[in-house]
């Protein structure tokens, strides 16, 4: 298609190929080496909770690292209540692919998976935040987010979910939606929102200094795992989440007493295009 | 404005002009059937001629059944899916719809169980599909969904954003056409807003619970519309709703028959106005 000119108003327009040569990240304390930020740290001791819709726990590409699996389940008054999956499954292969991202990225890295996705789908956001709440009271070190409300009734929930993360050391790595627009919690400022980029490499990511949306990483025509054993090809910003996140996790298996800010600062002066002062 | 007695502060006049209203809404409803099904028809088939697709399709959400309905399509191999019903949890659109995150997949017939038995039942099954959500201030209201590039093997980024932009014009007419489409929704919404119990209310007011007066006034407003004496004019509208659809050599024939009607009516007015002259 020939829409190479037209001005499309989307998040992962700062990491496209034609744009990125204006994409400079000069680090106002210096580059710093990925050997520095994570050197040989794998994600031991590191547990990444996977908000989606489940993730399978044999699938090959999650490597046995997934500990426990939560689903939300609604309640006859409609409140959401986070219980044990007893049949762990994933319902679409999308969480899985990102807990098989994580995996390859940072292989020692455990999961925790809480389903949001199930047969019923009263108040889908309340789901999704009594996920997100569960992930942070349990200490998570790393919550990948591949989805977000758009829902105004739910900014406030959210906001003071993301806040919560924060102060409780929780870091929260966010996919951020396609089309600029209302995206919770994407959007705010304490989280770590991930676009895609277009370079067909895993190991290569980009800092925006202009926010909302920080960080590009690889989500274009990604060989994932998926339902039932199987992979497939898929692209979004869905997919380059993960790949922040299993770096945030090198990182804090590292350095285990890293804040999230400080791990925000780490993933910038170790990005492709920072440059020293 | 509180709620004090029945029809608080609803002179006759003003139920009059409500009744007007609600007459010239619902003629006009029934002068465009579907206004909000044509609006998402086009945004599907500028989608098709943009990306140059086999299919693309656009499902909403039906709370009262819990599905993902497939309303309109357009593309060669779109049609089949018109009509299907896919829950909301379940595959590709099932996951854009919960997760409000737009994907593109490709080499979907690598996996014989993703979609492969949805995909079979709209007879066509794609190479790559690329899905986003449609989402209004509420939340995710539906997916839009294009089917296989006819000159390229997968979706890009930039074919998502560009859905995604497609997407949000649909979900934008949605909701404009959601508000109008329903006369006596209409009404509810306006009155519920009006009769909001304020602080000062009185016992009196309470008696009677804001909803009740809702239904009440909405019923007051729109008994018009169902009178028996209206059903000539109802099958009216609806015979020049269809008209619009004819050919402009046609809607000139019936143009010329209205001016002929129309003056034959007129001549009838005269001659009954003369007559009840003379009778005087």
């Known amino acids: 298609m020939s ?80 219980v044990e ?11 899985t692919a990102c807990a098989g991202i994580i995996h390859s990225l940072a292989p020692a890295a455990e999961f925790v ?59 929260l790595v966010s996919a951020a939606n396609n089309v600029p627009g209302k995206s919770y919690p994407s959007l705010f400022a304490s989280v770590v929102s991930v676009a895609a980029h277009d370079v067909p490499d895993p190991l290569t990511y ?20 998926w339902k039932d054993g199987k992979r497939i090809v898929a692209t979004g910003n869905s997919f380059a989440a993960p790949h922040i996140a299993g770096f945030a996790a090198r990182i804090r298996a590292r350095h285990p007493r890293i804040t999230p800010f400080e791990v925000k600062a780490l993933l910038a002066a170790t990005a492709d295009n920072a440059r020293d002062a | ?92 659109v099932g996951y854009v719809y919960t997760s409000g995150q737009a994907l593109a997949i490709s080499d979907v017939r690598a996996d014989p169980r993703f979609g492969r ?56 007419a949605i909701s404009a056409t959601r508000v ?12 519920s807003g009006l009769l909001q119990p304020t602080d000062g209310d009185d016992a009196e007011a309470r008696t009677t619970s804001p909803a009740a007066l809702v239904d009440e006034l909405v019923a007051a407003a729109t008994a018009e519309l169902g009178r028996e004496d209206l059903s000539h004019l109802w099958a009216l509208v609806e015979q020049v709703a269809r008209v619009r659809a004819a050919a402009p050599d046609q809607l000139a024939l019936v143009a010329d028959l209205l001016a002929v009607l129309a003056g034959h009516a007129e001549h009838d007015r005269a001659a009954r106005f003369g007559r009840q002259r003379r009778s005087r």
């Open chain 1, 3 to 82: 829409d190479q000119d037209l001005d499309l108003p989307a998040w992962s327009e700062p990491f496209a190929t034609r744009n990125r040569e204006g994409l400079i990240h000069i680090a106002p304390l210096g580059r710093v080496s990925r050997e520095v930020a994570w050197g040989s740290g794998d994600g031991s001791g590191i547990t990444v909770a996977i908000i989606d819709s489940g993730v399978e726990r044999n699938h090959p590409a999650v490597g046995g690292r997934l500990v426990r699996s939560m689903r939300v389940e609604v309640d006859e008054e409609g409140e959401p209540n986070v």
């Open chain 1, 85 to 95: 999956d007893v049949d762990p499954i994933d319902v679409v292969g999308h969480g």
């Open chain 1, 113 to 171: 998976s809480i389903r949001v996705l199930g047969p019923d789908n009263r108040g889908k956001g309340a789901v999704f935040a009594a996920g997100l709440d569960w992930a942070i009271e349990q200490g998570a070190s790393v919550v990948n987010l591949s989805l977000s409300s758009k829902s105004d009734a739910l900014f406030g929930i959210f906001h003071e979910l993301a806040d919560a993360a924060y102060f409780a050391n929780v870091l």
């Open chain 1, 206 to 225: 980009f800092y925006n200094p202009s926010p909302p949306v920080e960080f590009g990483a690889f989500g274009l025509d990604v060989d994932v795992a």
């Open chain 2, 1 to 92: 404005m509180t709620p004090r007695k029945r029809h608080p502060d609803l002179s006759t006049a003003a139920l009059a002009a409500l009744r007007s209203i609600a007459l010239r809404a619902e003629g006009a409803r029934r002068l465009t059937p579907g206004a909000g099904e044509s609006v998402l028809r086009s945004v599907v088939d500028a989608t098709v001629a943009l990306f140059q697709a086999e299919a693309a399709s656009i499902a909403l959400y039906d709370a009262s059944t819990d599905r993902l309905v497939f309303r309109v399509a357009a593309g060669d191999q779109g049609q089949g899916v018109v009509g299907l019903a896919v829950p909301p949890d379940q595959g590709l």
């Open chain 2, 117 to 172: 038995a949805f995909a079979e039942s709209t007879q066509y099954v794609p190479r790559s599909i690329v899905a986003v959500p449609l989402a209004d201030d509420h939340g995710t209201i539906g997916v839009l969904e294009v089917l296989d590039k006819r000159d390229e093997a997968a979706f890009s980024l930039r074919d998502i954003e560009l859905a995604s932009v497609f997407a949000r014009q649909a979900a934008v």
């Open chain 2, 180 to 191: 109008e489409r329903d006369v006596s929704a209409l009404l509810t919404s306006v009155f």
